[in-house]
């Protein structure tokens, strides 16, 4: 590594250490108000009973700063289908959530786009996810569906590491005797 090379990684250790520590900045000055859902739609997308093979989510982040509200809005899209993913898996369900995070901003400057996106990632996605884990679970149950648990949801992913269809007694994936 030459001189320069060296120079130049400690400039972006340096920028990406200034950016975290404005992001705590940022957190010391918010105060959470709610989190609410602003939409909760789930449709059965067929009237064969099946089980659910595979899940995927899609997620969109969005935002807006207005006086002292820092608001973020939080869009996932649940797809549900039956069988795995080497087979033609139809599509058993969908489920679609809003969820809204109001936040007081105190006093200060205005936050940059480079510590809003790292805030988003590395904390308000975390006070959303249990919200967005409990109506899964609770919309695929009341779909007559097995029961959706939703694992881990890692930094830097855009999604929970696992999701598993765990069969509900008297449910479309039971055994009836």
Known sequence: MTVSERAGSRSAATAAGDVGERV???AKRLTLRDIRFAKIAAELRTGEPRTIGT?????GIEYSIESDTFLNRYSFHVVLHSGDEESDAAELATMDLVILLEFELGEGPPPDEAVISLFL???????VYPYLREAAQSL???L???KLVFGLWLFDTDEPDTIVAVPTPGG?????R
């Open 24 to 26: 705590k900045a940022l």
């Open 172 to 176: 479309i994936g039971a055994t009836r």
């Open 55 to 59: 899940a995927t989510v899609a997620r």
């Open 140 to 142: 695929s149950s009341r």
């Open 121 to 127: 990632q590395q904390n308000t996605v975390f006070m």
């Open 144 to 146: 007559g569906l097995d």
